[in-house]
């Protein structure tokens, strides 16, 4: 476990571009940790995850998601369910004033179907979120290893 | 209806039973235990094609996920800690031997399935026999999977299944379930306590 932590922060001080602590922001959303996981081919689907903040007084909401890597890309959240796991979409996902909303393994995730392209360990690629207040932004999403288990920068992976 | 003094005590008695029983599955269940053990087996075929079977591997300890190579969350997630764990068994590594039964055999054969089972861990092996061997695995080990039809997923469906990590001893005999999201800190210990 430290040995992770340690490499974990080794590579955040190595990474070139280490675009998953890049911030962006709209409105009163600001926008981090951006993170994909490499795949086989581009026969199967994408992950991406995400942690939005809204420092704002008025409650918002994540209702699409666009990449040009990916044609059919979709909010997804898995559910367990009397101990089956389900992958259901997801119409919106709620970004509550005045608290963080992680899009994360096990929880709420896009699914980035039709890939253009396999993903590799160390490339970026842009996704444009669409909320339902504050509009539209498009940031860059880190692509880690297939075992990667947050972005390269995150403490404590 | 008036009932005697006995009556009363043995209802009573009755329903503590029923309270203690109730609290004591329900603990045991949601401690991953089961009161009686069994011995899940499987004969699915591998990567390559050859028939493995849950008999070839006594003496070891089987680590047993059941899922499908097109699930972008769950399974990646559940595969990275197991990777974690051999990783961190070190010279005990060769005690474990970690298998992923697919329940979507058919598209997983199609799509590579040792590819996908390397890229987490070289000692993971990938199993996605036809559909009566799968089925047979999966209620050997007591757990549920389902095609659900889904116009938003790839192909048109994806599948439900349960998430969670089954411990298998050296003489076959079930051990215990990791649910889904135990840190691999944890199954290493365990595992460690074990070895």
Redesign the interface.
């Known amino acids: 476990m430290r040995n992770t932590l340690l490499f974990a922060s080794t590579m955040a001080l190595l990474a070139p571009a280490a675009f998953a602590c890049e911030t962006w922001t709209v409105g009163d959303l600001s926008v981090t940790h951006a993170w994909s996981r490499a795949t086989i081919g581009a026969d199967r689907p994408a992950v991406f995850y995400v942690e939005v903040t809204n420092k704002g007084s008025a409650d918002d909401a994540l209702i699409g998601i666009k990449t040009p890597i990916a044609s059919m890309p979709m909010l997804h959240e898995t559910v367990v369910t009397d101990g089956v796991a389900s992958m259901p979409h997801a119409m919106s996902v709620g970004v509550p004033a005045g608290a963080t909303t992680e899009l994360t393994p096990g929880g709420f995730h896009g699914m980035l179907m039709g890939l253009t392209a396999a993903l590799k360990e160390g490339d970026s690629f842009p996704v444009t979120l669409t909320f339902e207040r504050a509009g539209d932004i498009t940031i860059d999403v880190e692509v880690v290893s297939m075992r990667g288990t947050g972005p390269s920068c995150e403490d404590g992976n | 209806m008036r009932l005697t003094r006995l009556q009363i005590g043995l209802w009573t008695a009755a329903i503590a039973a029923l309270i203690i029983f109730v609290a004591t599955q329900w603990t045991a269940e949601s401690e991953g235990q089961v009161v009686e053990s069994f011995r899940p087996n499987f004969a699915l075929a591998d990567g390559a094609g050859t028939i493995r079977t849950s008999d070839e591997f006594r003496g070891k300890f089987l680590l047993v996920f059941f899922g499908f190579?097109?699930?972008?969350?769950?399974c990646?997630?559940t595969?990275?800690e197991v990777?974690?764990v051999m990783d961190?068994l070190g010279p005990d590594a060769g005690k474990v031997q970690p298998v992923f039964i697919s329940v979507d055999p058919e598209r997983d054969r199609r799509?590579?399935l040792d590819?996908?089972t390397q890229?987490?861990?070289p000692s993971i092996l990938g199993l996605a026999g036809d559909e009566p061997a799968t089925r047979a695995a999966a209620k050997s080990f007591k757990i549920?999977?389902?095609r659900?039809d889904?116009p938003?997923?790839?192909d048109g469906y994806?599948m439900?299944?349960?998430?969670?990590l089954y411990l298998i001893g050296p003489q076959g005999e079930w051990l215990r379930q990791f649910t889904?999201?135990t840190p691999a800190?944890e199954i290493l210990t365990d595992l460690k306590e074990r070895l």
């Open positions: 190579t097109n699930c972008p969350d769950v990646p997630t595969l990275s990777a974690q961190d799509l590579g590819a996908f890229a987490f861990h549920f999977y389902e659900e889904d938003n997923a790839p994806a439900s299944h349960s998430p969670a889904y999201g800190a």
